[in-house]
């Protein structure tokens, strides 16, 4: 899959396009983006085991996210390897505001929370996604083809968790958390950022790790 090849869905689901200042940003910043790529795998199979631990009793949901664990993982180890690869020495690196900042649309009560939950990671894969896309013409070597692989993935947990949004939600009160989680997401990534990560917003002057 290429970028040209990003489902039309998933382009239309995001409510703006990653800024070119993240891009030219990443692309001066290889090590610190693949340290906090390799974060985010972590984080993603992470909140699939969370959520499989909350919610045990829906059986598809549950095994859906456990696959999806096992290849986030698989994913982290790829990252690992490509970090080795570079002569990149691992370090601790402080969170992104945009999970957190993305979680402040959940609701509290059930099945609204779960939704909302789905929602925000759908949004994450999504915008991976889109990210992958926005790099992919700019790089030439092995994190190129790496990242032209994962689109396919993302895209398809994309897929995933807003399909599941919608098992376990009406349909317009899946419209309207993706309406809200989607202001909250817009305003993240394009409003200035003094911390660049892969999921951070419009990098500003004097940009830290």
Not at 69 to 96: D, F, K, N, Y
Not at 103 to 131: M, N, Q, W, Y
Not at 162 to 181: N, P, W
Request: a neutral charge; charged letters at 25%.
């Amino acid at each position: 899959m290429t970028a040209a090849d990003i489902p039309a869905e998933l382009l239309a689901f995001l409510p703006c396009r990653t800024p070119d200042a993240w891009v030219r940003a990443a692309l001066q910043q290889q090590d610190v983006l693949l340290l906090d790529h390799r974060n985010c795998e972590l984080k993603a199979a992470a909140t699939a085991m969370s959520l499989i631990a909350r919610y045990g009793d829906r059986d598809e949901l549950c095994m859906a996210l456990s696959k999806l664990a096992r290849e986030e993982l698989v994913h982290h180890e790829q990252v690992l390897r490509l970090i080795r690869a570079r002569g990149i020495a691992l370090r601790p690196l402080p969170p992104s505001r945009y999970a957190a900042g993305l979680r402040v649309a959940v609701r509290t009560h059930e099945p609204a929370k779960l939704v909302d939950l789905l929602v925000i990671g759908a949004f994450i894969e999504a915008r991976s996604c889109e990210r992958f896309a926005a790099l992919v013409p700019h790089l030439e070597d092995d994190l190129a083809t790496f990242y032209a692989g994962l689109l396919q993935s993302e895209g398809r947990h994309f897929q995933g968790y807003l399909r599941f949004a919608r098992v376990f939600g009406k349909s317009d009160e899946v419209d309207r958390s993706i309406a809200r989680v989607r202001e909250i997401e817009r305003t993240l990534i394009e409003s200035p950022d003094t911390v660049f990560r892969f999921h951070s917003g419009c990098p500003v002057v004097g940009v830290a790790d």
